[in-house]
């Protein structure tokens, strides 16, 4: 009695706190969050036409495509962003041949030591990492208006449905529509929308304001399977690389799925069965 | 000692619905993560300069390391799955009243080591995440009056989580699923004195009632461990990471706070409970504040726990099933209702109207248990029980080959249960 009579004061009491102290001041001052300017721009996230192969249930990956996602990386991204858990070895998974591998390291330089203990640049082994284009943060700050360009082993699984957000952050540097604009003025309470100095606007990144200029011009590269380097072709190959960087087992993972779901479907279909069989006496309203 | 505890040796009342397979899953589940864990540990080191990088070696060069994160990633959530179905079996059909008060105690504080191995695991990756939410939880200690600030201190290794947190948490992350176990054996053999509840609440009157453990309910537990396991693996071979946050695959950094810092799902109830206490105590007009509004939230989270603790004393109903008493019934769904409201409000950011909700739904939480439960208790006219277990399954005065199609006119058909497929199988 005395704990339920306890508890009844107690409930009371805190509740009593909660609404009188917390919930009716809150509510007194209620308003609803203001938006920021930049929610003006909000784009839903683009989707290459007809799909990332490596999606759905039965993804595959396109090795022509992830190569040349390998080499929109080499030629364009390499020079700010690094690649810090991939290996040259892991290249092999993209269908390079060993030999096409050893080459493809070799045309790297990391960070080596000479015979006298100095650190001088030698050729990549396929055991190494890919390099980091900076030797630190500071001085990766120093060259890039003290941004600093993240590592991108991860970056498709470090952002909400990556693969997407990366193709469309490549394409997202356009020019911000009147409409778009109006809306931004509206929000900021009158203020026009400036995209700050050393910036560049991008509707897909999520305040608008990106330190990354754009890159991915048409004819940029030149692709060694002769695929036409459009904008949207580059930014879909790069994402599937990304993609494939970030989760290299994506592919295996699915397959492995399909393997252990059909085992455990067949296992316990006869596990129900033998249910049925084993409570079939017991059940009222069946004929024991 | 298998014999008797899950072998035929056990006997178990013959009704038991779906709802009963969720104590053997929470078992199976534990083994799950003991299994992968003391794996993953052989691979991961604890040293924050290097732990995040470790996490990636398992998943690239490790052999089939991401079946084995994944798999003890997602087991973690499916763990919480399967033991909020139990403990909530646990509250609708009062498996916490007289005979089994101990076993309910063991079963919390199970749960509450549960929660601290959880949080500690999700650190070890040494994502933002991981930082931040450390940051936020060991913040918590930092309430309490007086003591506070040293006993974080103490408690983290620093002034904010840094390696020597994270070489501890992993020590406590290993150590704790063994004492967890170790507290789930308590929590069999305080089962096994009193026996196995039922749908029905009426104890179990003769052999009748009664089908042995093995092969009775090895086997209907076998083929739906089979089912769980369908949708575990969908989930670690199709969405592994739908449960996670993006986040937390970028490396700690105390020097940029995430946007929004919020918590593994299975701690979102808790957490909004945390935040809906938004203002001090204070004494008006006057300003003295008596209790600030952290603390509050403090108190109120590790409150709604705790009551969890003298609840068999709360509910004085002498009736056990949910399925007999009317008025409880509606109380327990309102309840379940609360529990997913303020999931979805710990999620959301701090902002109106999530912070009017989560306020409501707190408000509802400890009304429940210490006002409404002791009330409902007194007042309620329950409707009549069965004679016995043999009775609720067959219809009355009949034994194992009753003709009649009985059951129908038991109240546990009540259309209020959740669901068709969770009904006593009949």
């Known amino acids: 009695m005395t704990i339920r009579l306890g508890g009844i004061i107690f409930g009371i009491v805190l509740v009593g706190i909660l609404l009188l102290w917390s919930l009716v001041p809150d509510t007194l001052k209620y308003s609803a969050p203001a938006k920021s300017p930049y929610y003006a721009f909000h784009e839903e996230k683009l989707t290459p036409e007809g799909g990332f192969s490596f999606a759905g249930l039965g993804g595959k990956w396109d090795y022509q495509q992830l190569q040349r996602g390998y080499q929109v990386y080499k030629e364009v991204c390499s020079s700010c962003h690094s690649l810090k858990f991939v290996a040259f070895r892991n290249l092999a998974e993209l269908g390079y041949t060993e030999a096409e591998v050893r080459a493809e390291a070799a045309s790297w330089e990391v960070p080596g030591l000479n015979e006298y203990g100095e650190v001088t640049p030698r050729p990549a082994e396929p055991t190494d990492y890919f390099p980091s284009p900076y030797p630190n943060e500071v001085a990766a700050r120093a060259a890039n208006n003290n941004a600093l360009p993240p590592d991108l082993s991860l970056i498709t699984k470090a952002r909400p449905d990556g693969s997407r957000y990366v193709y469309s952050l490549m394409q997202g540097y356009v020019e911000p529509t009147e409409e778009d604009l109006a809306v931004a003025k509206e929000l900021a309470g009158g203020e026009e929308w400036e995209t700050p100095?050393?910036?560049?606007?991008?509707?897909?990144?999520?305040?608008?304001?990106?330190?990354?200029?754009?890159?991915?011009?048409?004819?940029?590269?030149?692709?060694?399977?002769?695929?036409?380097?459009?904008?949207?072709?580059?930014?879909?190959?790069?994402?599937?690389?990304?993609?494939?960087?970030?989760?290299?087992?994506?592919?295996?993972?699915?397959?492995?799925?399909?393997?252990?779901?059909?085992?455990?479907?067949?296992?316990?279909?006869?596990?129900?069965?033998s249910y049925k069989q084993i409570w079939a006496a017991k059940k009222p309203n069946k004929k024991a | 000692?298998?014999?008797?505890?899950?072998?035929?040796?056990?006997?178990?009342?013959?009704?038991?619905?779906?709802?009963?397979?969720?104590?053997?899953?929470?078992?199976?589940?534990?083994?799950?993560?003991?299994?992968?864990?003391?794996?993953?540990?052989?691979?991961?080191?604890?040293?924050?300069?290097?732990?995040?990088?470790?996490?990636?070696?398992?998943?690239?060069?490790?052999?089939?390391?991401?079946?084995?994160?994944y798999a003890h990633a997602n087991g973690a959530s499916f763990f919480f799955i399967v033991i909020y179905l139990h403990i909530f079996r646990g509250l609708f059909y009062s498996s916490y009243k007289a005979p089994r008060e101990m076993i309910w105690l063991l079963g919390v504080v199970i749960f509450l080591l549960m929660m601290a191995t959880a949080f500690m695991g999700y650190v070890l990756p040494w994502g933002q995440m991981s930082f931040w939410g450390a940051k936020v939880i060991t913040?918590?200690?930092?309430?309490?009056?007086?003591?506070?600030?040293p006993l974080q201190v103490w408690l983290v290794g620093g002034y904010a989580p840094n390696g020597s947190t994270l070489n501890r948490f992993f020590s406590l992350h290993f150590l704790l699923p063994f004492v967890i176990a170790g507290v789930v054996i308590l929590h069999i053999w305080a089962l096994h004195i009193p026996g196995s509840s039922n749908p029905t609440g009426v104890e179990v009157k003769s052999e009748s009632d009664t089908v042995p453990f093995h092969p009775y309910y090895t086997a209907k537990d076998g083929w739906f461990l089979g089912l769980v396991l369908i949708i575990f693996s969908a989930f670690v071979f199709f969405a592994p990471n739908a449960l996670g946050h993006p986040d937390n695959y970028i490396e700690a950094n105390p020097l940029s706070t995430p946007a929004h810092i919020v918590p593994e799902w299975y701690f979102l109830p808790f957490y909004a409970i945390l935040r809906a206490f938004t203002g001090d105590l204070v004494i008006p007009f006057t300003g003295v504040v008596l209790v600030p509004a952290k603390l509050l939230g403090v108190i109120a989270m590790f409150g709604s726990i705790l009551v969890w603790f003298v609840l068999p004393w709360l509910d004085k109903s002498p009736v056990r099933s949910g399925s007999y008493r009317p008025l409880f019934q509606k109380f327990f769904w309102v309840l379940v209702l609360t529990m997913i409201v303020l999931t979805i409000c710990g999620g959301a950011p701090a902002e109106q109207p999530y912070i009017l909700v989560s306020q409501i739904a707190t408000a509802y939480y400890f009304l429940h248990f210490l006002v409404i439960l002791p009330i409902v208790s007194q007042i309620e006219v329950p409707k009549p029980l069965p004679f016995s277990i043999t009775e609720a399954v067959l219809g009355s005065g009949t034994e194992a080959s009753a003709p009649k199609p009985a059951v129908t006119d038991t109240p546990s058909s009540g259309g209020d249960l959740p669901g068709g497929a969770l009904q006593p199988a009949e």
């Open chain 1, 197 to 273: 100095v050393g910036l560049y606007f991008n509707e897909h990144f999520y305040n608008a304001n990106i330190a990354m200029p754009p890159q991915l011009y048409p004819d940029l590269i030149t692709y060694a399977d002769g695929t036409e380097a459009t904008q949207e072709q580059m930014a879909q190959d790069v994402a599937a690389f990304l993609t494939w960087t970030a989760e290299p087992s994506l592919v295996a993972r699915k397959q492995t799925g399909w393997f252990v779901i059909g085992f455990l479907i067949f296992a316990t279909g006869l596990g129900f069965l």
């Open chain 2, 1 to 69: 000692m298998v014999y008797n505890a899950v072998g035929a040796g056990y006997p178990v009342p013959r009704n038991l619905n779906y709802m009963w397979n969720f104590g053997v899953l929470s078992g199976f589940f534990l083994m799950v993560q003991i299994a992968t864990g003391v794996v993953l540990a052989m691979h991961y080191a604890a040293d924050a300069s290097v732990a995040f990088a470790s996490t990636e070696h398992i998943m690239r060069n490790v052999n089939y390391g991401w079946m084995l994160r």
């Open chain 2, 139 to 149: 913040g918590l200690f930092g309430a309490i009056p007086f003591i506070g600030e």
